[in-house]
Structure formats: C-alpha cells, structure tokens
C-alpha cells in the first residue's frame, strides 16, 4: 500500500513539470505556426507587411513605382481602419476587422507579386 501511494504521489509531483517541459521544446525544424496560434492581429499585419515592402527596396526586387504604390495602398487602409475606428468609438465591429483582412489580403498579394514579377530597380 505505501508503495502505491508513494507511486501516486511522485506521479502527481512530476506530472506538471513533464508537461510544461514537453510544452516548451518546439521542433527545430518547424518554423510555420502552429494550426493553434492565433492569428496575427491588423497591427502585426501592417508591420509584417511594411518589413516586407522594406527587403524588397533593400533587395532590388522593388522598383521605385512599385514601392510607391504599394504605400499608397497600405496608407489608404491605415486611413480606411481609422476612419472605421472613429465611428466606432475606437473600436473595430468584427465586420470592420473582416474587411480590413480582406484588404491585408490583397495587398499581401500584391506585394508578392511586385517581389516576384522580375522587375528589378
């Protein structure tokens, strides 16, 4: 009887810690997120696109035309997202946050395409 309560109580003390530990390590070799991360917010969006915008001036991938209409899109949402928050209070309605996705989608896909079309600075 000790010996299974003794069993009992190491397994319940070392259970947490073997999880936490199993948690943490992620594979070396995975570096897409997981199908349980979130998605990223508009925020991280902007900011992953405009780093985007950037290495492609930084690589030559980018013409200037390009990258100019490119901000000019990007500087359109920003101001369309504004516009929605003022009338909301500050707020984006779950609406608002599908269209402002819908547009980073587009604008993703455009950037792609300028990056990939040959054209070189």
Same mark, same amino acid.
């Given at each position: 009887m000790k010996i299974t309560k003794f069993a009992l109580i190491a397994a319940l003390t070392l259970s947490p810690a073997a999880i936490y530990a199993q948690s943490t390590i992620t594979p070396a070799t995975s570096t897409a997120p997981a199908a349980t991360d979130k998605p990223q917010t508009i925020n991280q969006r902007k900011t992953d696109q405009q780093d985007r915008i950037a290495q492609g001036v930084k690589s030559g991938q980018l013409t200037a035309g390009e990258t100019?209409?490119?901000? =000019?899109? +990007? $500087? #359109?949402?920003? =101001?369309? +997202? $504004? #516009?929605?928050?003022a009338q909301d209070n500050g707020?984006?309605?779950?609406?608002?946050?599908?269209?402002?996705?819908?547009?980073?989608?587009?604008?993703?896909?455009?950037?792609?395409?300028?990056?990939?079309?040959?054209?070189?600075?």
């Open positions: 100019a209409h490119l901000e =000019k899109q +990007e $500087s #359109g949402i920003n =101001k369309e +997202e $504004s #516009g929605m928050r707020k984006l309605t779950s609406q608002d946050k599908k269209t402002i996705n819908q547009q980073q989608n587009q604008e993703s896909k455009r950037i792609y395409s300028d990056k990939h079309n040959g054209r070189v600075r």
